[in-house]
Structures are given as structure tokens and as C-alpha cells.
């Protein structure tokens, strides 16, 4: 019964997707640094392990990769950031969009479209493998630009129509 049970528990575990989120309001206290770590620890135990840099300081892409292959990454998306993700797709044309996404992109051109309020990417790039079994959705230093106008929406909605301005 012990061994059927821990069994079907076994089989749930490998086909779980944990997501680990490290948070402390004080600045400077090692959550990056504790991050890195723990996701290479959790790699190298086996662990199919993703990194996702959300926070726009951008330190875990930055320990996890070289200057140059940031800038080269945040070169090829700035019109997408800047003046608009629907337009910038229409200007670069399919092929090369196709093209664009077949390589690492960071997560705010991921969230481009969500953050304009006009969809989601259908296609996803793939990640950046910086190890076995550990792979990273690198950060942009923009994504603040995300921050702000998701929590205006939000503040919006909570406002509702009739509420306090
Ligand atoms: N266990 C440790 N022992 C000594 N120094 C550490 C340790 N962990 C982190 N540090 C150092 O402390 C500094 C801050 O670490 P880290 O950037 O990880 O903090 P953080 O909490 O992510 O900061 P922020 O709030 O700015 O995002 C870095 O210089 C880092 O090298
Ligand atoms: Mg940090």
C-alpha cells in the first residue's frame, strides 16, 4: 500500500513544474546570488531547471552571461521596446521575424504584446542553455516600463469606473 502510494506520488513529482520565487523587501541581501545558486544546485541534481530574470536590474543574466551577448541580444529587439511591438513586426516583414525568434529574446520583448494590451507571442524563442539542465529567459533593463503599466492597469480595475481617481 506504503509502495503504491509513494509510487503514484513519485510519478506526480516528475511531472510537476515548481516554480521557485526568492523575496525579501531589504535590497542588497543575496537573493540573486541565492538564486544562481540554488539553480545550478537544482541542476546539477537532475533537475530541468529554467531561470526567469523579471527583475530589471538584470543581475542574474548579467552573472550568467557575457556583456557582449547581452548587448548583441538587446541590439536586435530595442525597435520592438521602443516604438512598439505590432509595428516593428509589420516593419521587419514574417521571415525575418521568423528569424528574430528562432534565437534567445529577452523577457520583456516576451511580454511586449501583453504589455501593449494586444495578445501574446505564439511562437516562443527558446531559452539560453548556460549549463546542463539549466536553461535562462534573460532580463532586459526595460522591464520596468512592463512593471508600470501593469500595476496602472491594475490600479484601474481596482478603481473600477465609478471609483476614487
Ligand atoms: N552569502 C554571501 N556572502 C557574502 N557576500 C554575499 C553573499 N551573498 C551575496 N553576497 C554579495 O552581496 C551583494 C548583494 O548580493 P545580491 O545582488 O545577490 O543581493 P540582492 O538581494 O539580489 O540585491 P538587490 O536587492 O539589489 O536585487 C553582492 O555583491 C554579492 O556578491
Ligand atoms: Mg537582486
Known sequence: MYGTLQTK???AMTRQTSVISVFNNKGGVGKTTLSFHLGHALADMGKK?????LDPQCNLSIYALSAN????LWLAEDEFIDS???????KLGTD??????ASPRSIHFLLKPTEEGTGELSDLPPPIE???NLD???GRLTMHMYEDRISHRLLNVRRGPFGLQ
Open 69 to 72: 551577448m547581452i548587448e548583441e
Open 9 to 11: 506520488a513519485n510519478f
Open 136 to 138: 535562462l529567459i534573460p
Open 130 to 132: 548556460i549549463a546542463k
Open 96 to 101: 525575418q521575424f521568423k528569424a528574430l525568434i
Open 84 to 90: 512598439g511591438f505590432d509595428q516593428s513586426t509589420t
Open 49 to 53: 531547471t529554467l531561470f526567469v530574470d
